[in-house]
């Protein structure tokens, strides 16, 4: 929700919006207007009454130092020569100022902190106002460049921005940043010391980070009535309730500042092309270049706390964490970071979630970060990715002598399997299936019980049922005996016996160490 909360204050403050009829319908009708002090901020010229500087960073395209300063430049200067043009062009601002934005008396570029310093100087001469300054997603410049040998020298002159941007430069009303990392390499976090940090778990906004469960109903409640107005109000709760407990499974759980808040991105998108046009319940939230960051940092994290890590993660439980306080920058060094560093970088990024009642722990928020976390756990403990097609080929032509081989194959490179538990199996076939795009999900209701591990497959492609059987290492049971065990509870439970069920297949499988057996109903 970072990017849609700088969109919600600049359409607010921003004065480009002042002329527009739409502008005040904005805020119309919305919470806002029942604070105390709305009227007030109106009346001094708050709303639409400020010039804002918005910079997004996760938009910068670089693959060097000297590409990086260009990409950065280059925004500076689209903000001077296009957004805030008409000071150039100002009566207001001095000439010299307008000649050395981006150059000083000899020519030469000043550094780009300096430019954003006199750009923000020359609108607030134009305006009589000092401008807002909005910065997105501050970090991702660090997160692309993390492995790269340039890292530091880069992290170095971004800080000299930031720097300047934040606290040197007199010129500003007020700066927001948004982020997920705090990172100290070089200095960056301390150029930012003087700001006031709002965290998922500090802060007195909890609530407005995301969608509470009472906002979440009441707009699942509107979208059913616009969806399904033609049902009676008893069947447009029924349907209401059912999408809310959905919502909550895929996208609720978060614990910021002890509020309970959805994923506002994935809410909206889950609104949008669920509740409103019947699609499939998926995985909204993503973040390729923070997860590239998280994946260097496992890389240079240690065996136990991988382990612990790895535990947690199949087990679905609880994980202790050491809270680090909100001035402990995560990140000293990306190649020794410790186990408080990286569970703190996982609660930040929101892979993790504080504990309710035990703020001591921290756990996996909900399926859609479970999912996200399943592909991000598959690329960094099994790197080398199986192709499965011909796993899926033999599964729709039900062949078990094939898929029993296709398995046990895929099995070899299952070192994480040690242990022997059908938990750990259930994960591996879910990590297996969830990092190509399918929709996997474990303990799924269906019939009179739940289902192991149930795979949806895009389009008319029928889904995929499987009961896991686990035999112990020791033990001279019969898998194909088990195998056939679990073909008998999908008939007993009646997992594939609901309408929404039918065409699907069914298939068990009875687990000894790297071997296993194969049954279809």
Request: aromatic residues 10%; glycine residues 6%.
């Amino acid at each position: 929700g970072k990017t849609l909360a700088l969109s919600m204050i600049d359409r607010f403050f921003n004065i480009k919006y002042s002329d527009e009829e739409s502008s005040e319908d904005s805020f119309n009708g919305l919470k806002i207007e029942s604070c105390s002090e709305y009227d007030t901020w109106v009346k001094k010229g708050y709303r639409n009454g400020f010039p804002v500087i918005r910079l997004d960073m996760s938009t910068l395209e670089f693959n060097s130092l000297e590409s990086f300063k260009s990409a950065l430049t280059n925004k500076i200067r689209y903000l001077l020569n296009i957004e805030f043009g008409y000071i150039l062009e100002s009566e207001k601002v001095p000439d010299y100022l307008k000649r050395y934005i981006m150059s000083d008396e000899s020519g030469k570029s000043l550094g780009l902190g300096e430019s954003m310093s006199r750009l923000c100087t020359a609108i607030s001469i134009h305006h009589g106002v000092k401008p807002i300054v909005l910065i997105d997603e501050y970090d991702s410049p660090i997160n692309c460049s993390l492995n790269e040998n340039w890292s530091d020298e880069l992290t170095t002159i971004y800080g000299d921005f930031l720097k300047i941007t934040t606290k040197a430069c007199e010129d500003t009303s007020m700066v927001i940043i948004t982020g997920v990392q705090k990172f100290i390499t070089r200095g960056l976090y301390s150029s930012l010391n003087n700001m006031r940090h709002m965290s998922v778990i500090s802060g007195s906004f909890g609530e407005y980070f995301g969608i509470t469960p009472d906002e979440m109903m009441a707009l699942i409640s509107f979208c059913v009535e616009r969806r399904y107005g033609q049902l009676s109000l008893t069947e447009r709760k029924a349907i209401s309730d059912q999408k809310y407990r959905d919502a909550a499974q895929w996208y609720d759980g978060y614990n910021i500042c002890g509020s309970d808040v959805f994923n506002p991105w994935s809410s909206m998108n889950y609104l949008a092309l669920n509740v409103l046009n019947d699609g499939p319940l998926m995985m909204y939230w993503n973040d390729t270049a923070e997860n590239e960051a998280l994946v260097t940092l496992f890389s240079h994290a240690s065996e136990s706390i991988l382990s612990t890590i790895k535990e947690a993660y199949i087990s679905g439980e609880t994980i202790a964490i050491n809270r680090l306080s909100q001035n402990s920058p995560i990140l000293k060094d990306k190649n020794a970071i410790d186990g408080d560093e990286l569970l703190n970088t996982l609660l930040s990024t929101g892979y993790l979630t504080l504990d309710k009642n035990d703020s001591s722990l921290a756990k996996i928020p909900n399926n859609e970060v479970r999912n996200s976390f399943n592909t991000l756990m598959t690329r960094v403990f099994c790197l080398n990715l199986p192709d499965i097609i011909g796993l899926l080929d033999h599964i729709r032509d039900q062949d078990p002598k094939a898929v029993k081989e296709d398995l046990e194959s895929l099995m070899e490179g299952g070192s994480y399997l040690d242990g022997w538990s059908e938990m750990r199996y259930k994960s591996w076939l879910h990590d297996l299936f969830s990092i190509y795009g399918y929709r996997s999900i474990t303990e799924r209701e269906s019939g009179e019980g739940r289902t192991d591990l149930f795979i949806e497959r895009y389009g008319n492609k029928p889904p995929i049922v499987f009961e896991l059987k686990v035999v112990d290492p020791d033990s001279q049971e019969d898998l194909e005996r088990v195998a056939t065990m679990g073909l008998h509870q999908i008939m007993m439970k009646r997992y594939v016996s609901m309408p929404s069920m039918r065409g699907s297949i069914a298939l068990s499988v009875a687990f000894r160490k790297k071997t296993c057996a194969v049954r279809f109903l």
